[in-house]
């Protein structure tokens, strides 16, 4: 047996199923053909609560005593643990509090409600809500229920496994599961690698939310300053301890990919079953992509789990824009003309065929222009030939399609430049999504410093983009970084970003 056997037993005589349901593992037909591989998706998206936290939270709640659940349970969750933790206790018959940050979206708490759940909205991060949730344990002598750090929710996730195998008793080559705290995983290669240790279990990360990836290279669980916003499901900054060491031993690899990924994993979800997943529900396919692509495998039997289905609607206009940028059929450029006549038609007939998805033009200055334009293209390879067919024709081009500042805020604001800024500092700042954000960011500014800038766009997340130039003279940089320091709020200077400068940079006297 392997490392962590004891986990099996645990995982075989978990309570589950007296609210989860055991979800199909349905083939991705369309995604197969295309990939050449045999792909299946364990459809944790259908359970009760759209995600698999059910099974985690009630396993754990179940094996409480009668005195406990006469005293309650308390949680912090922002999402699907909290609407797991809402629906067992229900099931129980006890009383549940969840502790959820104020810039949760109101689709969230509502579950919560509608399940049962006291939701209490205390801070604006997770780890205010989990601070609060801590105190009222104490003061209401209540019973903690954790997302991810406990065995008895690592072996109710583990029931996925157990699952997996019985359902597919034949050849399997890997098995894909989403990383945010470590739970799934945990559980899932808990199970798997006693059972079927001939099947590889892989790890997915996204590039910004690795914790367990970088845990694991550096020998102990660290901690990460900041975390994506986008997989809001995986967004942990500390993984579990019993969570790291089952990642650590069992798992055979992490694969980490990008928003692009994701959102891409997202549609061929839908392609195939007609279901609409969260990012996070997604994310696990999208390391199953990215490892055909790497090893370039044919043939095999693959799974991804589909972790969860609770997506605000207003985000799917942000995924369906960003879906053709991974699958590399639509590339973003910034091509220099000559500001003389002609040059639009020359710029045109050097594309060809190609079908123009996007074309932003402002007149700049009598020598040149910048134009901004997004292009239909047939992989990376096309992509290649038409950056050399415009350099060929003295058309200078700066390929944007990787430039996320590009693809979230300049596309949108291709307007022209100004002569009247002295010195401008361009930042991307993440504003949590509730009232009050902007005005906390505006009165701790200079009142002598000027806004030449803005930009924001909703998605749909518990956190807003926002793209910002602030008027800032050179006396003034230590003061500028203090005041970015005591607001709070995460953020990434852009000023050197080539796409603002090209289409937006104020012109220097």
Partial sequence: MNKHSDYLQKILTASVYDVAVETPLD????????????ILIKREDLQ??????????????????????????????????????????????????????????????????RLGGEAVLVGESYNDAYDHAVKLVQEKNMVYIPPFDDPYVIAGQGTIGMEI????????????????????????????????????????????????????????????PEVGLFADGTAVKTVGNETFALCRDLLDEIITVDTDDVCAAIKDIFDDTRSITE?????????????????????????AIASGANMNFHRLRHVSERTELSERREAILAVTIP????????????????????????????????????????????????????????????????????????????GGRTHKIKRERLLNVQFPEHPGALTRFLRAMRSHWNITLFHYRNHGADYGRILVGIDVPKEDDQEFSDFLKDVGYVFHEQTDNKAYQLFLGYEQS
């Avoid at 034949?170 to 705290?181: E, N, S, T, Y």
């Avoid at 696990?284 to 044919?298: D, H, P, T």
């Fill in 27 to 38: 083939t991705a037909k369309n995604l197969s053909l295309r990939l050449n591989n045999h």
């Fill in 165 to 224: 195998t019985r359902q597919h008793p034949r050849k399997i080559d890997a098995v894909f599961v989403q990383i945010g705290g470590g739970g799934l995983a945990a559980g899932v290669a808990a199970y798997i690698k006693n059972v079927r240790p001939d099947i590889k279990v892989i790890g997915v990360q996204t590039h910004d939310s690795d914790d367990m990836k970088q845990s694991i290279q550096a020998g102990k669980v660290i901690t990460l």
């Fill in 339 to 414: 500001e003389r006549p002609g040059s639009f038609l020359k710029f045109i007939e050097t594309l060809g065929n190609r079908s123009i998805t996007e074309f932003n033009y402002r007149y700049g200055n009598d020598d040149n222009a910048h134009i901004f334009v997004g292009i239909q293209i047939a992989g990376v390879s096309d992509l290649e030939n038409i950056k050399s067919e415009l350099m060929q024709h003295e058309l200078p081009v700066l390929d944007l399609t990787d430039d996320e500042t590009a693809k979230v805020h300049i596309r949108y604001m291709v």
């Fill in 48 to 113: 009760p609560v759209f995600s698999f936290k059910l099974r985690g939270a009630y396993n754990k709640m179940a094996q409480l005593s009668d005195e406990e659940l006469s005293r309650g349970v308390i949680t912090a969750s922002a999402g699907n643990h909290a609407q797991g933790v809402a629906l067992s206790a229900k099931k129980l018959g006890c009383r549940a509090i969840i502790v959820m940050p104020e810039t949760t979206p109101q689709i969230k708490v509502e579950a919560v409600r």
């Fill in 279 to 303: 990012p996070s529900g997604a994310l696990s396919l999208a390391g199953l992509k990215a490892y055909i692509a790497r090893e370039k495998v044919q043939n095999q039997t693959l799974i």
